[in-house]
């Protein structure tokens, strides 16, 4: 029987509740949105098979929940993970500064080495935008991380995001060099325009 997958990476997303964590993966593994808000409990998952330099990439993404009280359970799942996202609000500036203590949280319990990503979601709604998109990208450029302006509702860069994560765990397991200029695909890829569409 052939092999379904060529490599196996588990992603986990973290950052304050309600900022979008959840909204993100349903949309990157279900193409959908439902702006009803159903806080998460302790922790969920769901899965997507990817093709990144012509190589199967299943992506097991662990949801954790973003509230206090489920701090124990979640940071248990650090370890295990091969990327971690950040994900703030940028309509709200609390969640952004938050980010240091996410990354303080990384630095304490996950597995040395571990990628990690920077999101800024609800670009969508410009209006009440609170943290600028330079404050967002200069705090990933000084800890060497990617950084996404991101909409779940309006489908903007979360694709393209995930894909940038998980070919830097995919480059960094390969160890090849000279990978580096090859193409990313995705079986359906949507081009959405907006004011934060960026790269
Ligand atoms: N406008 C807009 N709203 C969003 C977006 N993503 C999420 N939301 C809304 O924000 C609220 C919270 O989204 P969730 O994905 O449940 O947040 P979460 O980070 O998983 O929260 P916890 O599970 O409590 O940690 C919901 O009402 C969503 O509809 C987005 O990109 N744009
Ligand atoms: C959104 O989710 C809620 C709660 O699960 C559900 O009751 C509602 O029908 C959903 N809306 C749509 C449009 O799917
Ligand atoms: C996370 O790290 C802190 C500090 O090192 C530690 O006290 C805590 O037990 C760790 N949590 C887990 C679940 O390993
Ligand atoms: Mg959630």
């Known amino acids: 029987m052939a092999k379904k ?3 196996l990476f588990k992603l986990l997303l973290i950052g304050d509740s309600g900022v979008g964590k959840t909204c993100l993966i349903i949309r990157f593994a279900e193409d959908d949105f439902n702006s009803t808000y159903i806080s998460t409990i302790g922790i969920d998952f769901k899965v997507k098979t990817i093709e990144v330099d012509g190589k199967k990439v299943k992506l097991q993404v662990w949801d954790t929940a973003g509230q206090e009280r489920f701090k124990t359970i979640t940071t248990a799942y650090y370890r295990g993970a091969m990327g971690i996202i950040l994900v703030y609000d940028i309509t709200d ?6 980010i240091q203590n996410w990354m303080k949280s990384i630095r304490e319990n996950a597995s040395a080495g571990v990628s990690q990503m920077l999101l800024g979601n609800k670009c969508d709604i410009e209006a009440k935008r609170k943290v600028t998109k330079d404050t967002g990208e200069k705090l990933a450029k000084d800890h060497g991380i990617r950084f996404f302006e991101t909409s779940a509702k309006s489908n903007i860069n979360v694709d393209e995001s995930f894909i940038a994560l998980a070919r830097d765990i995919l480059l960094m397991s390969s160890k090849k060099p000279g990978s580096t200029g090859r193409e990313v ?3 359906s890829t949507e081009k959405k325009s907006s004011k934060c569409l960026l790269l």
């Not at 500036?93 to 938050?98: I, L, P, Q, T």
């Open 5 to 7: 997958y060529d490599f």
């Open 93 to 98: 500036d609390k969640s952004f500064e938050n």
């Open 185 to 187: 695909r995705i079986t």
